[in-house]
């Protein structure tokens, strides 16, 4: 079942918006929330996930 999306607004200077539209039209994100989920994604894996012990995952880490 997939995990229920919520909501946030973020303010970003308009230089990294346009980076990420850049990524979007050339398609390595389908849009700007999946590029954003990425990012963040991927920096909670980077700073928290590796100090947490292997076999515990915790449950905002997404694979």
Do not use: Y
């Given at each position: 079942m997939p995990r229920k999306m919520k909501i946030i607004s973020v303010?970003?200077?308009?230089?990294?918006?346009?980076?990420?539209?850049?990524?979007v039209r050339r398609g390595v994100y389908p849009n700007r929330s999946e590029a954003i989920r990425t990012a963040i994604r991927d920096l909670v894996k980077k700073e928290l996930y590796q100090t947490e012990i292997e076999e515990e995952r915790p449950e905002y880490v997404v694979e």
């Open positions: 303010q970003l200077p308009q230089s990294l918006i346009n980076a990420i539209d850049t990524l």
